[in-house]
């Protein structure tokens, strides 16, 4: 890990289908320093480096592999049921563009521990102008609503009407 960024985190050696982030709490962040801010607020709640993850540019893109399509048919598939709606469409089209747009993504793990999670979230709120998320095991539950790549007045309009 580089001692400039915090967040020079290398993503997992590991080309499994990674369908949802289970037991995490996911946002974007628009700069390098956004991300760097972010994730010293994670460790200093608590949360081990080890179980934050910051995904950025094409690497990033063919690591989540959002359409499916490196993984074949089977996970094709398992997208496009993901993009029907709901907050699985929308977590996966603000991750699209969060990479697309060359910003960051992160993703702290917090093995379903309710406390750190409470406490991770409110450690990083500063931080995030943009929605924060937590996938639980069958969920997706929407912790923060910022800034939305896509659609943002519509989005915004649907969740308090």
Request: some cysteine; charged content about 25%; proline content about 3%.
């Amino acid at each position: 890990m580089s001692n400039e960024h915090i967040s020079d985190i290398p993503l997992p050696d590991d080309n499994h289908f990674q369908l949802l982030p289970i037991n995490r709490i996911v946002t974007g962040v628009t700069s390098r320093d956004d991300a760097d801010a972010m994730v010293q607020a994670a460790i200093d709640a608590g949360l081990s480096i080890d179980h934050i993850g910051v995904l950025h540019g094409q690497e990033a893109e063919d690591f989540l592999d959002l359409d499916g399509s490196r993984h074949g048919f089977i996970t094709k598939m398992v997208r496009r049921y993901q993009h029907l709606e709901g907050p699985e469409q929308h977590l996966i089209d603000q991750a699209k563009a969060v990479l697309a747009n060359d910003h960051f993504l992160i993703a702290l793990h917090t093995d379903g521990d309710e406390a750190l999670t409470r406490t991770v979230f409110e450690a990083i709120s500063p931080f995030a102008e943009r929605t924060i998320y937590y996938c639980g095991r069958f969920s997706i539950t929407y912790l923060k609503i910022g800034k939305d790549y896509n659609h943002e007045s519509e989005y915004e309009a649907s969740l308090t009407s």
